[in-house]
């Protein structure tokens, strides 16, 4: 399995940005995928988690900003960024893995299957 993001870049505050994440291998119906960050000096935390049925589950720092989707012809993963805060500015990452929902997010399993990374800056 293979996961390779796209989409981050630099935006003002209130800003929005979409995050694309392309999944190859026998993924389908087999994972949870999601997105994580990692903010300088910080430890990687769970963003957004989205099951092979379509449930989505957000952690409290970005729920009613954030949005996660997939696209299963596309085998996409998209993480729609709204109103973005300083605070947003991280390493994010794509992530499968066969836990999912909210102790998938909140306990960062080292064994998921990780994306290279894409770095978001929020800054005016």
């Known amino acids: 399995v293979q996961l390779v993001e796209s989409g981050g870049g630099s935006v003002q505050p209130g800003g929005s940005l979409r995050l694309s994440c392309v999944h190859s291998?026998?993924?389908?119906?087999?994972?949870?995928f999601g997105w994580f960050r990692q903010a300088p000096g910080m430890q990687r935390e769970g963003v957004a988690a989205i099951d092979s049925d379509g449930t989505t589950t957000y952690v409290d720092a970005v729920k009613g900003r954030f949005t996660i989707s997939q696209d299963n012809a596309k085998n996409t993963i998209y993480l729609q960024m709204d109103r973005l805060k300083p605070e947003d500015t991280a390493m994010s990452y794509c992530a499968a893995g066969f836990s999912c929902?909210?102790?998938?997010?909140?306990?960062?399993?080292?064994?998921?299957?990780w994306g290279q990374g894409i770095q978001v800056t929020v800054s005016s």
């Open positions: 929902g909210r102790r998938w997010l909140r306990l960062v399993p080292v064994d998921n299957i």
């Open positions: 291998g026998d993924t389908y119906g087999s994972y949870c």
